[in-house]
T-cell receptor
Framework: DTEVTQTPKHLVMGMTNKKSLKCEQH?????MYWYKQKAKKPPELMFV???????INESVPSRFSPECPNSSLLNLHLHALQPEDSALYLC???????????FGPGTRLTVL | AQSVTQPDIHITVSEGASLELRCNYS??????LFWYVQSPGQGLQLLLK??????LVQGIKGFEAEFKRSQSSFNLRKPSVHWSDAAEYFC?????????????FGTGTRLKVLA
């Protein structure tokens, strides 16, 4: 089973809202990733967690706050977003850093 | 600078025709190489990967890719395209070792299949 699940599938939020995206995997993977993908563009890496510790932060604005409460779960907390943050947010996991990444279906985020 | 190039932004082929999508990387050593496919509004599905060994790798859905070190290329091929193959295709590399990695995606190739 190489399934990564993401909730919600769609999210619409105002610029003053606080919301969270959730990602879950039960493959025993110890690395998890958040990517942002704008329309007609490749995914851009945002954060990487390894063994529940933040390994990479690609200079992402502080209005995006990742959290890895356990080895199966990855959250992305959103606060005071801008309309330009509207995108598809993809979660991925891999056995370890540098290993094959398996992606979830994504959360389509719209910021009004 | 390290980069992944997919020279073809769009490719159109007829159903049943063969397909080759190009991918070149710029890096001194051989990276880990991947091809992913993405349908509109969906996540990325892994088609195949190359880490080492046999330079011709087989993937899912009848796809294969060949790693050519001399050309720094990892082109994706399929002998007979089906209408359901219409999608965006991304070549990706992982560079580095010992816990320090870079994850780089190409700009993508959008495949259109004519009936």
């Amino acid at each position: 089973d190489t399934e990564v699940t993401q909730t919600p599938k769609h999210l619409v939020m105002g610029m003053t809202n606080k919301k969270s995206l959730k990602c879950e995997q039960h493959m025993g993977h110890r690395a998890m990733y958040w990517y942002k993908q704008k329309a007609k563009k490749p995914p851009e890496l945002m954060f990487v967690y390894s063994y529940e510790k933040l390994s990479i932060n690609e200079s992402v604005p502080s209005r995006f706050s990742p959290e890895c409460p356990n080895s199966s779960l990855l959250n992305l907390h959103l606060h005071a977003l801008q309309p330009e943050d509207s995108a598809l947010y993809l979660c991925a996991s891999s056995q370890s850093l540098g290993d094959t990444q398996y992606f979830g279906p994504g959360t389509r985020l719209t910021v009004l | 600078a390290q980069s992944v190039t997919q020279p073809d932004i769009h490719i159109t082929v007829s159903e049943g025709a063969s397909l080759e999508l190009r991918c070149n990387y710029s890096y001194g050593a051989t990276p880990y190489l991947f091809w992913y496919v993405q349908s509109p509004g969906q996540g990325l599905q892994l088609l195949l990967k190359y880490f080492s060994g046999d330079t011709l790798v087989q993937g899912i859905k009848g796809f294969e890719a060949e790693f050519k070190r001399s050309q720094s290329s990892f082109n994706l091929r399929k002998p007979s395209v089906h209408w359901s193959d219409a999608a965006e295709y991304f070549c990706a590399v992982i560079l580095g070792a010992s816990g320090t990695y870079k994850y780089i995606f190409g700009t993508g190739t959008r495949l259109k299949v004519l009936a």
